[in-house]
Structure formats: structure tokens, C-alpha cells
T-cell receptor, first 113, second 109 residues
Framework: IAGITQAPTSQILAAGRRMTLRCTQD?????MYWYRQDLGLGLRLIHY???????GKGEVPDGYSVSRANTDDFPLTLASAVPSQTSVYFC????????????FGPGTRLTVL | GQNIDQPTEMTATEGAIVQINCTYQ??????LFWYQQHAGEAPTFLSY??LDGLEEKGRFSSFLSRSKGYSYLLLKELQMKDSASYLC??????????WGAGTKLIIKP
């Protein structure tokens, strides 16, 4: 692995179902982030983690949860998906939280019907 | 509220120069980033400005005026591969990135 990987690449999900988007980085970065990107809007931060064992809420956290059990992995869970969660989801990481450049994974395209 | 404004779309000719503007109003300022995003791909880092002035990096330059809440990205000697969206993002007082909606740049031969 080199950089950040996300899985799945795309997914179609029935409303009400539970879904976990996976994100793994091999750069030993301390900080990780989850964003959603919708047409006509900027990237919006869902949740973040400044270091393993800690997480925080971003701009649009409702309906999503995260965990950071170790440095490399930062899964995003939708407990009960709704159609408004249809979006492209990007995971990102940076060496440190703050001014360090964020590097992005390839994204997961999620459709909730 | 926090706000980042960029033009939605711009068109330019191959070989020419284009300037993409970004104005911002945020709670605090800890730097401004420019990212490039090709359709269907992830954003990739282009530049970071925290001090006023021009930062040059090959064909791309980025300018910042903190007093005016203004930045621009200057692309020279445009190539077809520069067709992409360009995202402006400001690091606010909580060190969270606030993103503009992006400027779609179309390059014509």
C-alpha cells in the first residue's frame, strides 16, 4: 500500500441499512479526516481524528460515527442510511493536525435509495 | 458565518494564462490551500500560503492578501491536462479547513 486506500470504491445501499466505509493509510500520519463532497458544494468535514484514540465532530456529523483504534485505520459508519447521505466520501490524512497538508484517498461513491 | 467564494466555471485557451480568484470570510485564518481535482478523482495539493505575497511553483503561482481576504491561483502556459476543478480552502481558527465549492477550468485547444 502506498498512501491512502478507501473501500469500497462505490456502493448502492438501501435506506435504513448500516454501512461502514473503510480508510487505511500507511504514511504513519497522526491526523485523519472524513469529508463528503456534493455537487455545487465545497468539501464538508464529517469527523476527524487528531491522533489515534481521539475523534472529533466536524461540520456535518449527524448520522455518522467514527473510531480510531490505531494510527492506520479510520472507518466511517452510517448507522441507518438515508437518501440525503448519497454523496462521494473522501478520507484524508496529514502528518499533524493543523497546517500540515492533507492527502486524500480515491473516494467512495455512495448511493442510498 | 464562514464563506469561501470562487467562480463556478472558467474557460481558457491552451498556452494562455488564467487567474482563479478566491475570497474568504472565516473565523480566524491559519493559512490558505489550493488543491486540484480532476473529474472523478481525489483532490491533490497545489500550494499553501500563510504570509502575504506570491508563491511560485513552476507553471503555478499562488497569491495571498490577508488584509483583503483574497487569494488567486495563476496558471501559466496552460495545457489540456490542466482541465480540472481548483479548490480553495482556508484553515480557520480551529485549524479546520473550510472549502470553497471549486472552480471548474475548461481548457480549449
Amino acid at each position: 500500500i502506498a498512501g491512502i486506500t478507501q473501500a469500497p470504491t462505490s456502493q448502492i445501499l438501501a435506506a435504513g441499512r448500516r454501512m461502514t466505509l473503510r480508510c487505511t493509510q500507511d504514511m504513519r500520519h497522526n491526523a485523519m479526516y472524513w469529508y463528503r463532497q456534493d455537487l455545487g458544494l465545497g468539501l464538508r468535514l464529517i469527523h476527524y481524528s487528531n491522533t489515534a484514540g481521539t475523534t472529533g465532530k466536524g461540520e456535518v456529523p449527524d448520522g455518522y460515527s467514527v473510531s480510531r483504534a490505531n494510527t492506520d485505520d479510520f472507518p466511517l459508519t452510517l448507522a441507518s442510511a438515508v437518501p440525503s447521505q448519497t454523496s462521494v466520501y473522501f478520507c484524508a490524512s496529514s502528518g499533524l493536525a493543523g497546517t500540515d497538508t492533507q492527502y486524500f484517498g480515491p473516494g467512495t461513491r455512495l448511493t442510498v435509495l | 458565518g464562514q464563506n469561501i467564494d470562487q467562480p463556478t466555471e472558467m474557460t481558457a485557451t491552451e498556452g494562455a494564462i488564467v487567474q482563479i480568484n478566491c475570497t474568504y470570510q472565516t473565523s480566524g485564518f491559519n493559512g490558505l490551500f489550493w488543491y486540484q481535482q480532476h473529474a472523478g478523482e481525489a483532490p491533490t495539493f497545489l500550494s499553501y500560503n500563510v504570509l502575504d505575497g506570491l508563491e511560485e511553483k513552476g507553471r503555478f503561482s499562488s497569491f495571498l492578501s490577508r488584509s483583503k481576504g483574497y487569494s488567486y491561483l495563476l496558471l501559466k502556459e496552460l495545457q489540456m491536462k490542466d482541465s480540472a476543478s481548483y479548490l480553495c480552502a482556508v484553515l480557520d481558527s480551529n485549524y479546520q479547513l473550510i472549502w470553497g465549492a471549486g472552480t471548474k477550468l475548461i481548457i480549449k485547444p
